[in-house]
């Protein structure tokens, strides 16, 4: 590789969205029909914007997965399966980060591969740790190299504007590697994903998430200059003091320029409980595609007003509403189990 390679922003051109599918050998297993039903809807919008790479354990269950998506209508000439193992499906953190280089037919891409350890070691993730190998081996990407780096990294802990600047959470990468100082995190995340300047956030979390505060779930860029993220404005949340921390400490972040970022918070779900369990719903874990933002919806008064807040973050771009409380059940939203592609890529 050279200095050539970037780190494009999520809004940039796409080639498709990479997912897996759910099936009972997975952790959704107590659950698959529900769930199922997230990723047809996830599906079904995907294809009116671009394609969808979808991995499947073995050929029934593409046949089952294909039967799912005709008849609920999904546009499958944009649709292509891939076999191949997995643990389970949270592709953003088992996925490609996938680096730029070029334009036009001269594109090239590198495909980061960091070790996936199941969140720390929370899960068995053997599987998951291998699928970036096995999709390149099979041919899946173009033009493109695979980087084996021996360094704990989920796509959901990093954020960029695309110009250089990486967003994330200090809680998660001081989890991952609490031997390792702030200024040595800083060099090596900056030197591997090609950026100039790493931003850290000291607050926020949410109850129930196992990630160890994914900055997918806290703050998200919209704009090299605007950030999207998850507020509360109930005093009486447990989440409040963390919450309003980190919004006070996003007022002080400043772009490359020396400008402060536009800020969208967004609207506070009631609490969603499982059995006593608060799940994590967070409407930052949106994924934007080509000429769109998918939105995680809970079935929560709050998702009207996050359309809303999306709609002026991304003008422009057609807010679709995905219904994904199924996913907080397993501590993950919408963002964390898409792994977008860039235009190229495939």
């Known amino acids: 590789m050279t ?8 809004w940039e051109p796409q080639s498709a969205v990479l997912i897996a599918w759910p099936h009972a050998d997975t952790d959704w297993g107590p659950r698959l029909g529900e769930v199922e039903e997230t990723y047809v809807a996830l599906v079904c919008a995907l294809t009116r914007f671009q394609d969808v790479l979808i991995c499947v354990a073995d050929a029934d269950l593409q046949t089952y997965a294909e039967a799912r998506l005709r008849s609920n209508r999904a546009e499958m000439a944009r649709v292509r399966f891939i076999e191949a193992e997995y643990d389970d499906t949270w592709l953003r953190d088992s996925g490609p980060i996938t680096l730029v280089a070029g334009e036009g037919d001269e594109r090239r891409f590198a495909l980061l591969d960091f070790r996936f350890t199941g969140w720390g070691g929370k899960f068995e993730a053997s ?5 970036v190998e096995r999709l390149h081996d099979a041919g899946t990407f173009h033009n493109s190299v695979r980087q084996s780096i021996d360094f704990a990294l989920e796509g959901g802990a990093i954020e960029t504007d695309g110009r250089g600047t990486l967003l994330s959470t200090w809680r998660c990468l001081h989890e991952r590697h609490p031997h390792a100082s702030r200024e040595a995190l800083t060099a ?3 030197g591997w994903l090609r950026q100039d300047r790493v931003l850290w956030l ?3 979390y949410l109850e ?4 160890d505060a994914h900055i997918d779930t ?12 998850q507020g509360c404005d109930d005093p009486a949340d447990t989440h409040y003091p963390e919450l309003q921390a980190m919004a006070a400490q996003l007022a002080t972040l400043r772009t490359a320029g020396g400008h402060p970022y536009r800020l969208f918070a967004l609207p506070w779900a009631r609490p969603i409980l499982d059995q006593g369990r608060r799940l994590a719903a967070s409407y930052a874990n949106f994924l ?14 709050a998702d009207a007003a996050a359309a809303a807040v999306l709609e002026r973050a991304f003008p422009g771009r057609e807010v679709v509403a995905i219904p994904c409380r199924p996913l907080i059940w397993q501590n993950g ?7 977008q592609l860039p235009h190229g890529a495939v």
């Open 202 to 204: 000291d607050h926020g």
């Open 333 to 339: 939203s919408l963002h964390c189990i898409t792994m």
């Open 127 to 131: 599987r998951d740790d291998r699928l």
């Open 188 to 190: 090596q995340l900056a």
């Open 288 to 301: 934007i595609v080509n000429g769109a933002v998918l939105m995680p919806a809970y079935g929560d008064p």
């Open 3 to 10: 200095d050539a390679f970037r780190l494009p922003a999520e």
């Open 208 to 211: 129930g998430d196992d990630t």
């Open 218 to 229: 806290l703050a998200r860029f919209a704009a090299p200059d605007a950030i999207v993220y």
